[in-house]
Structure formats: C-alpha cells, structure tokens
C-alpha cells in the first residue's frame, strides 16, 4: 500500500523542520572557514587578517588541505599574499604526505589481504584516495581503514603481527574492550610506516543501538577498477560518514567529517542517477535513518549542500522531535567546528563536547557495559594521577 | 621603533591586550601574554627586533598565561597555548621565556612544511651559508653563537629553513637558547654579549638566551646561498680535528636529523640533494671555541672560493 | 639455471643524486632515500633508460667489473635486480601490454 502523498508544507516550517541551524553569531574564524569551503572564490577579496584567521581555523580543523585545494583551483596563486602561499602551500604537502603514506601502506599489506581470500573493502579516507574521489583532495588521514569479514580477521591479524605489526595499545582490558564490544581490532602499528591501521569487521559497533547490515554492505560493495580492493557502494559510503560523524564519535572539531560527507553527496549527485532514493531506501535498510538525517540537514545548513527538493521534503517529514532537533542542534553548533585560534574553549563548549562524547559512548554500548567501561576508564586514569602525582 | 625602545607597562599592556607581532624572517610569530614579567624578558632578548604591527598578518600565535585553577597559585605554573590549543605541559611560573621559546620553536616546526626544516645552526658570511646540524653533545648553540659573535650572520641555531628549488637557507632569527656550561662560555668569549637572565631548573638544566646583534635582525629577510656543512662535536680540551665527509652520508645524516624531511618527500629529497651537492661537507671536533671559529671561517673561504 | 626472460624498468618517479662514489635514491612509493654503490646505480639507470632483461644487466657488469669478478656477472645482475626490486624501486613489466606485474 502506498503512502499518501504529504501535502505541501509552507516553507518557513520546511526550513525549522529541515535544518539544524547553526547558531546565528557565528565566531568569525567558523564564518570564513565555511565561506572558504562552500565558495573558494570568495577568497580573493580576504584582507590579510581575515586570511591568517581562516589559515589558522583551517590547519586547527585539519581542514587546510582541503582549503587549499579549493582555494588553488578557484584563485590564481600568484595573486595571493605571500604568506597565504606559504600556508597553502604547507597544507599542499601535508595532504600529499598522508595520500603517499595510505597508498604505501596498502602496498606492504596487500600480499596479506589477497590471502584471505575474501573481499576487503577500504573504509573513510582510504577508499576516497584509493577511488580518486574529489572527496580525496587534501584529504588528512590520521588511519587506513580496512574491513573484513570477521571470519578471516582472526587469520589476518596473525599474518600482520608476524610482519612487524604490532597493537599501539596493549592494555589486556583495552585489547579486551576492542575485540569484545568493537567493530575494529585496536589500531595496528609498524616500523617504517607513518599511520596506523585500523582493521574493521563491521561499521558500527556489534552491541550499540545502531547497527548496519554488515552482509548488506559486503554485497553491494562496488570492486575499485585496477586494484584488489573494493568500496562501500555510494549509498552505504555516504551512510558510514553520516553514522561515524554523529553516532561513532564524540563531535568535537570534527566538521572536517561533514565536509567528507557533503563532498561524497556532491559527487555521488552528479555521477550515479538514483543516488538519493537509494540512500534513503540502504538508510532504512540499515536503520540508519536518524544518523542521515541529522548528516544531511547538518551538511545543508552548514555546507550548503545542494539537496533535491523530494530530499528536502523527506526532511521535513522524518524530523525528529523538536526539543531533539533544538538540542543536538545546538550541541552540534558548538562542537563540530575548530576552536578560536585566539581564544581557550569556553566551559559551556567543553561541556557540549562532554555530553556529546557521553551520547557517542552510551549508544555505543548496552547500559551495564557503560557503566563498567566508564568505571575502569575512571579508576584507570586515578592510577595515572597517582603515578604522575609520585614523580613530581 | 625597537622592542627595547618600548615602554615596560605600555609593552605589558600591547602583550597583554593586541599581542606583540616577532617577524622572525621565513615566519612571524603572534605573542600574547598576562604574565608582566614576560614583557621584562622580551624587551631583553628580542631588543633589536622592530616593535612590528600586530595586526599584521602571522603564520601563528602563541600565548602565555599562568595556569588555570589551582595551579595559579599552589606552585605556580605558566602554560602555553598554540593557536588556542595547549599542546605542550605546564612549566614551573618562574621559567616564561624558556617555555615560550620551547613553543615557539614546536610551533614553527609544525607549521613550515612550504620548506625543508633541518635541525640546525645556520650563518652566513659573504652570502654564503654555513650549516652546523645538530647531534647530540655537539654544541652546536654554542657553536652558532660563538659564529654569529665573531664576524657571521645569524640565520638561526635551531632551525636550517632550505628553500624549495634553489636550496636556499632562509633566516628563522631568534634568541640563542644557551644550556649549562655554554652560558658562561659565550659570556666570556664575548663580554659584549647580550644574555639573558638564567633559568636554573629547567628540564635541560640552566637555560639562559643571547640576543640576536641588532644588523643581524635587520638582514632576516636575506637568504644565504649553501657552500658548507659542517657536522660539529665539542670534546672538552680537545684540539681542531677536521674530516671531509662523503656527501652521501652528510645527505643521510641531515635527513635523519630533520624536523620534516619525511613529510615533504620528493621537494625535500631534491632540496637536500641541491644544498648538499652545492656544499663542501665535513666532520669537526673542537674543544676550543675561538679556534673552531677560525677554522670554519677558512673552510668557507675555501668553499666559496671554489664555487 | 633458468633463464630469466623478464623485462625490468624503473619504478615511475625514482629520482637519483649522483655523489661520485655513492648514490642516493628516492623511493618513490616509500618516500625513504636508500644509499647505492656504483653497481646498484649503474643498474637502476640502465632499467631507467629502458626496460631489460636480466641477460641484459650482466652482459654490462661483465663489461665493466674487474676480471677476477667477470664470472659472477651473472650472479651479481641477479642478486641486484632482486634487492633492486625488493627495494621497491625496479618492477618487472609484461611483454606488450606494458602493464605491472
């Protein structure tokens, strides 16, 4: 039976319903970072002190690749004061240094993935690069993210280890928390290799509330012409940042991510022709529909994302309750951009950031896992107080 | 008008208020600060940079305050903020300016990298530079002050700033960081010299800063051309011992010794291998500091006479 | 032994410095710089130039080692190629299509 068709709702209602505003006096240092990201050109008439703001939010947000590969693309570089260039210049090569290391470190562990035999799918930053996504462009990868099926994972790990590999975090219970409760094992390190590699089994943790189809994703993985590996399919790429931004991680500074996810919507937009029906058809699939909301109305309101006017409609109509929408809105305002260059955090953002932290870890784990996860990270960290407090 | 020319209280207030802009050459740093003393201790070691616009553009700010809570007042300490971030530990409230130029180098370290960064003294004579990388027991502060006091231009102890494509060596000027033994050194080898006060109980032991000699901040937007590298080693009452090394190993052994040789690649690969190419490259080990100056100063000649 | 009908080339964007006695390589998948004596370097620019075969590489050693070692010429183009490739900086390449491995 098919759903009547919604009747027409006036536009100020669509725009409150739509949206997670972000707040109104924006900080001048998020203003131009924003600018600079929706509309590169718009650069050229930067004063000097507006570009050292927007230079120093950028590099604090991990962001001044990306701004400069927009910004080179859209201003002739000559033009630009000299110190610009120089900072552009810096984020230029920092992007390139991260893209070589992603791609040497799937060169040295590509013998070990071909020999599970099974389907690996790059994850984030890695399949941007590996796809050549323009999502990829200036990107900062802190990891390579890779995933498997969980049966070869075990195998895996012991190739790696007898490699070199070895885990940076050694601690019996966070090795326990990991393969326990995580979707990932902890983060694998090894001499001669720059990052860290984080291989998944799933997208989301196994116990939290949300969680995504992992066969779902294995199936409609889509091959990357020209090397072994494969990718989440467009839908399910888009759905991963949007769970990963909001659901996986504690929010602070980490508009970046919305960035990669208003890229990768521009960009599916424009090459696949049933992109977004499919997104919010894989998003009900996976019962993802709260994280994409919140991933789409965010990338809108702050990126300026073009959006269909169906998408704009299913808005409207999935919002969640009000006084939801007002406070992770306002949550969200305060977390996800860089902190003022010029300034210490204020107490209200830091608490923003705490509670949002909070909520990534409470649906992260069932309630009695939380609390004993919280109460060991608590009197860990008494320890280290302790042992600090000795030595000085 | 100068740093040392600025009224104490109005250099206190432009601290404390708008920030006081240090052009250091290759970059300019943002100082702010509500800690008096630091105003004091500017006007000393930085007296001959010009009192810049602050509202200039900067490549990064920096700033110093005493420490939130109960650390302003129970052991007091002063912490460090890079662009609004602390990213380095407190330090004990009676050491600023060791703590300031700790997180003013770290900061220049990360934020560089439209250059290769090796960790070097660098000075420079009839436009011809002179590169000391820094190993470990070497002396090289030492070494670069006694150079810089005796007839060369101070480019920079700690930071070898080579261009992209020409392998040029750009200033990065600031105040010579003296360790121990060395502060007593250079005071002796130059009564003239411009030294700070001395920090006993830092965690490189007693610290104290050279001023950088007012003609050498003016010339910090003058870059050197490579002609030498000399790899130095203080060996207390040792003689002058002079080694060519194989160009080879100078490369390695200054891509090792890098603040940001891995993360430039293939523009930092080329630029070492131009200024190492374009330089005579040799081991030193010296005891006596007047005479290690002599030596490198025929080195250079010698360098420059066949380039 | 069995003979090696391989073509090898340089990996794309490997940059030599040329110090006289010893050479140093940018590895251009790596980023690290390896240190080469006059033979490893002889070789890489020769696959540089253009692709050869193993046969190629130790009729040049054979011309230009000493006597005493002219014997070993094609043990020495083997064992080269081998850490040349290892190194990351030489690949073999496919007869006509020109393609990797």
Redesign the interface.
């Known amino acids: 039976m098919t759903r009547p068709r919604p009747t027409p709702l006036p536009a100020a209602f669509l725009q409150s319903r739509a949206m997670l505003r972000p707040r109104p006096l924006m900080p001048e240092h998020v203003r131009l970072l924003l600018q600079a990201l929706i509309d590169a050109r718009s650069c050229a008439e930067l004063t000097?002190?507006r570009?050292?703001l927007l230079l120093?939010a950028a590099?604090?947000a991990r962001l001044l690749g990306t701004v400069a590969t927009r910004v080179e693309a859209a201003v002739p570089f000559a033009a630009l004061?000299v110190?610009v260039?120089?900072?552009l210049?810096?984020g230029r090569?920092?992007a390139?240094?991260r893209r070589?290391?992603t791609?040497?470190l799937l060169?040295t562990i590509e013998p070990h993935l071909r020999a599970t035999g099974a389907r690996t799918i790059l994850l984030k930053g890695a399949a941007c690069i590996v796809e050549g996504l323009p999502a990829a462009a200036g990107r900062l990868p802190a990891d390579v993210d890779v995933m498997v099926p969980r049966r070869v994972l075990d195998g895996l790990e012991q190739s790696l280890r007898e490699e070199g590999w070895e885990f940076e975090k050694n601690d019996p219970y966070d090795q326990r928390y990991y393969r326990a409760w995580s979707h990932e094992l902890p983060p694998l390190q090894c001499a001669?290799q720059?990052l860290e590699l984080d291989l998944h089994h799933a997208i989301l943790p196994p116990l939290g509330r949300l969680r995504a189809d992992t066969e779902a994703l294995f199936a409609s993985a889509v091959a990357i012409p020209g090397t072994p590996y494969h990718a989440l399919c467009p839908a399910d790429q888009v759905l991963h940042a949007a769970a990963h931004l909001f659901q996986d991680s504690d929010c602070t500074g980490r508009l970046r991510d919305l960035v990669d996810i208003d890229a990768l919507l521009r960009h599916f937009a424009a090459t696949n022709a049933d992109f977004w029906p499919t997104l919010t058809e894989r998003a009900r699939h996976h019962r993802l529909l709260r994280p994409l909301w919140y991933a789409l109305a965010a990338a809108r309101a702050w990126l300026h994302t073009p959006l269909p006017s169906e998408i704009v409609a299913w808005l409207a109509r999935e919002a969640p309750p009000r006084p939801m929408r007002a406070l992770f809105g306002a949550l969200a305002t305060r977390t996800l951009p860089p902190?003022?260059?010029?300034?210490?955090?204020a107490l209200r953002d830091v608490i923003a950031g705490k509670l949002l932290e909070a909520r990534a870890a409470w649906l992260r784990m069932p309630p009695p896992l939380l609390a004993y996860h919280v109460a060991n990270k608590w009197w860990r960290s008494l320890g280290s107080t302790r042992a600090a407090a000795a030595g000085d | 008008m100068l740093i040392a020319e600025v009224a104490p209280a109005q250099l206190r207030g432009e601290l404390a208020a708008c920030g006081v802009a240090i052009d250091c050459g290759a970059a300019r740093v943002r100082v702010h600060s509500d800690v008096p003393e630091l105003a004091d201790l500017l006007r000393v070691v930085y007296r001959g940079y010009e009192r810049s616009d602050a509202a200039g553009a900067c490549d990064v700010a920096v700033r110093l305050r005493r420490a939130r809570g109960l650390r302003r007042w129970v052991r007091a300490q002063v912490e460090l903020l890079i662009d609004g971030s602390r990213e380095m530990e407190p330090f004990p409230a009676d050491t600023p300016l060791p703590l300031l130029e700790w997180g003013m180098n770290y900061a220049l370290a990360t934020r560089l990298n439209c250059h290769l960064l090796l960790h070097a003294g660098v000075v420079e004579r009839n436009g011809r530079a002179v590169v000391l990388p820094a190993m470990p027991g070497a002396g090289k502060s030492t070494l670069t002050a006694a150079l810089a006091l005796g007839g060369f231009r101070l480019l920079s102890d700690e930071f070898g700033v080579v261009r992209f494509g020409d392998a040029h060596l750009l200033p990065l000027l600031r105040p010579v960081a003296l360790k121990n033994e060395s502060i007593d050194a250079i005071a002796r080898l130059s009564p003239d010299a411009v030294i700070g006060p001395r920090f006993p109980k830092t965690h490189k032991g007693t610290v104290a800063h050279l001023a950088p000699a007012v003609e050498h901040v003016h010339a910090r937007h003058t870059p050197a051309a490579p002609a030498l590298i000399v790899f130095p080693r203080f060996v207390a009452a040792g003689g002058v011992e002079i080694q060519p090394l194989p160009r080879a190993r100078a490369f390695a052994r200054l891509a090792v010794n890098s603040f940001n040789y891995e993360i430039v690649g293939p523009d930092g690969f080329d630029a070492l291998g131009r200024l190492v190419a374009a330089s005579d490259c040799y081991e030193l080990r010296y005891g006596d500091l007047t005479r290690a100056v002599q030596h490198i100063g025929r080195l250079l000649d010698a360098a420059a006479a066949r380039g | 032994m069995p003979h090696d009908d391989r073509r090898y080339a340089a990996a794309a964007g490997v940059r030599v410095l040329d110090f006289g006695d010893e050479f140093v390589v940018f590895n251009p998948l790596s980023w690290d710089a390896h240190l080469l004596n006059t033979a490893a370097a002889a070789v890489l620019h020769l696959v540089a130039e253009a692709p050869r075969t193993e046969a190629d590489l130790a009729a040049f050693l054979r011309e230009v080692l000493r006597d005493e070692e002219r014997d070993a010429a094609d043990q020495h183009a083997r064992q080269l190629l081998l850490e040349l490739a290892q190194l990351g900086l030489v690949r073999s390449v496919e007869e006509g299509s020109g393609a990797d491995r």
Do not use: I, N, T, Y
Not at chain 1, 339 to 345: R, T, V, W
């Open positions: 000097e002190a570009w050292e120093r590099r604090a004061p110190f260039q120089r900072h210049a810096a090569v920092e390139r240094f070589q290391k791609l040497h060169a001669g720059a902190l003022d260059p010029d300034g210490a955090p």
